[in-house]
């Protein structure tokens, strides 16, 4: 383990820690996760170096573990991010998040016009590029692109 790490983020004893998030999707995966709600010790890194992404976003949630839809979330923002759940300080699994095939819910429509921002119907994607996330509504076409992602709260 990379020592000098360990000196910025320190481990935890029991939890999650959502590692490899690009920096510029943290503070979103921050916003996604409700962590504002959560009374147990949070720990973030932002703009840590890490060889594959450049610079990297770190979360460490102390005893707390999202559940699938929360990871399906972090997906969205995150494609790369790694799931480690920790209990008595070892990594006792490691998750990958993946974006999945459709999406409801959890973003807006990017297209004014679409009847899902104008009346009570969730919203509907198909993924159309699990790379960079491009999303095509079900019910308008339009594609809405990750950096256009609004969130639904
Ligand atoms: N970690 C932690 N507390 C622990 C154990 C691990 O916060 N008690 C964190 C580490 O700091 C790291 C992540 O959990 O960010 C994964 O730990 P580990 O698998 O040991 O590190 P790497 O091998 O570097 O992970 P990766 O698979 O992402 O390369
Ligand atoms: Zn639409």
Redesign the pocket.
Known sequence: ??SK??LI?????D?T?I??IPARSLFKVLSILNLHNIDTPI?IGCNLRSEKLGKKG?I?ISEKFPDEHDLNKIALFAPQA?I?I?RN???VE?KIVEVPDTIEGIVKCMNPKCITNHEQIRTFFYVIDKKNVSLKCKYCEKITTQENFEIIK
Request: no cysteine; proline share 0%; charged share 40%.
């Open positions: 383990m990379d790490k360990e983020v320190s481990a935890i004893k939890g820690v590692d490899h720990t770190i460490k790694k480690n920790i300080y070892e990594v490691k």
